[in-house]
């Protein structure tokens, strides 16, 4: 018999009944920094944590989509993920896709390349020590996780940058980011990403998550038969805000390879 469409609020264990039911039009999304891997002070140091790829690909084999989406660009999300064949990777807030074995970039940010290397030399030469600058090809992450005295300093400065060039400031846990003038967020790959989907699921930690979050509430508002589950991992830097706009709020990285372990016990194996 099929599971009805399960309202909120609602159980785990009645979320992973309906998507078992509907693996073949199930989706599911995946924030990288903070959700699968726990948060480091060197970003380069990120690793997903030690049970996230098996569970992952055991995912990947019994629902129609499993994707990163992160804010990493798609050169380092290869790095993490390239033993998994069956999962998608969209970089840079989806300015990136990899694509049968390629890196798409949006067309519309690719005159910002020189842009942002010139930023990251100045920001490397004026910012004070202790700011540790992330240079993304498209967009140049400004960290102060070791030296949280610096926020001020690093947040007004890139905006004065954003203003002074044209671009986008984006706030994270400990960072400030700029990126291209281009409509492009979690969100709208998320809108794209569940077009064919009956039941999706997304896992996040950060602001910028929250407008995946928003795109999964936006289609179940006008599909009455399509079932969406925010799921937060929470942390102390951005406070209640994304635990309070999700359905679900697991506790590390780690809980949330344990979690989909144990909601992976419904499915009935792949054929
Ligand atoms: O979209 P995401 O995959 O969550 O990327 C968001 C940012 O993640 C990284 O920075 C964060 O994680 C670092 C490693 O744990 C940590 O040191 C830093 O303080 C966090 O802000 C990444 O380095 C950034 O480029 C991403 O924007």
Request: aromatic share 8%.
């Given at each position: 018999m099929e599971t009805a469409r399960p309202t909120h609020p609602l159980s785990p264990a009645e979320a992973w009944r309906f998507t078992a039911d509907h693996a073949a039009e199930a989706a599911f999304f995946f924030d990288f920094d903070g959700v699968l891997s726990p948060v480091t002070d060197d970003p380069d140091a990120s690793q997903p944590t030690p049970s996230a790829l098996g569970v992952l690909e055991e995912l990947a084999g019994v629902v129609a989509k499993v994707a990163i989406v992160s804010a990493r660009p798609v050169s380092f999300l290869r790095t993490r993920f390239a033993a998994l064949s069956h999962v998608d990777l969209y970089g840079l807030y989806g300015l990136e896709v990899w694509h049968e074995g390629e890196v798409i970039t949006e067309p519309a940010a690719l005159p910002w390349v020189p842009t942002m290397a010139d930023l990251a030399q100045r920001a490397r030469t004026e910012l004070p020590a202790g700011t540790l600058v992330e240079y993304k090809r498209l967009s140049v992450a400004l960290h102060y996780r070791t030296a949280p005295q610096l926020g001020d300093v690093v947040d007004r400065w890139a905006n004065d940058q954003a203003e002074r060039v044209g671009l986008r400031v984006q706030g994270g846990r400990m960072v400030a980011e700029l990126k291209p003038p281009v409509d492009q967020d979690k969100g709208m790959v998320i809108t794209e990403g569940i077009r064919n989907a009956g039941c999706a699921w997304y896992f996040g930690d950060d602001m910028s998550d929250l407008k995946a979050f928003d795109a999964l509430r936006a289609r179940a508002a006008v599909d009455p038969a399509f079932f969406g589950?925010?799921?937060?991992?929470?942390?102390?830097?951005?406070?209640?805000?994304?635990?309070?706009?999700?359905?679900?709020?697991?506790?590390?990285?780690?809980?949330?390879?344990?979690?989909?372990?144990?909601?992976?016990?419904?499915?009935?194996p792949a054929r």
């Amino acid at each position: 018999m099929e599971t009805a469409r399960p309202t909120h609020p609602l159980s785990p264990a009645e979320a992973w009944r309906f998507t078992a039911d509907h693996a073949a039009e199930a989706a599911f999304f995946f924030d990288f920094d903070g959700v699968l891997s726990p948060v480091t002070d060197d970003p380069d140091a990120s690793q997903p944590t030690p049970s996230a790829l098996g569970v992952l690909e055991e995912l990947a084999g019994v629902v129609a989509k499993v994707a990163i989406v992160s804010a990493r660009p798609v050169s380092f999300l290869r790095t993490r993920f390239a033993a998994l064949s069956h999962v998608d990777l969209y970089g840079l807030y989806g300015l990136e896709v990899w694509h049968e074995g390629e890196v798409i970039t949006e067309p519309a940010a690719l005159p910002w390349v020189p842009t942002m290397a010139d930023l990251a030399q100045r920001a490397r030469t004026e910012l004070p020590a202790g700011t540790l600058v992330e240079y993304k090809r498209l967009s140049v992450a400004l960290h102060y996780r070791t030296a949280p005295q610096l926020g001020d300093v690093v947040d007004r400065w890139a905006n004065d940058q954003a203003e002074r060039v044209g671009l986008r400031v984006q706030g994270g846990r400990m960072v400030a980011e700029l990126k291209p003038p281009v409509d492009q967020d979690k969100g709208m790959v998320i809108t794209e990403g569940i077009r064919n989907a009956g039941c999706a699921w997304y896992f996040g930690d950060d602001m910028s998550d929250l407008k995946a979050f928003d795109a999964l509430r936006a289609r179940a508002a006008v599909d009455p038969a399509f079932f969406g589950m925010c799921v937060a991992v929470a942390n102390p830097e951005t406070g209640a805000e994304v635990s309070t706009a999700a359905d679900l709020t697991l506790e590390s990285p780690d809980a949330v390879a344990a979690f989909l372990a144990e909601g992976l016990r419904g499915f009935r194996p792949a054929r």
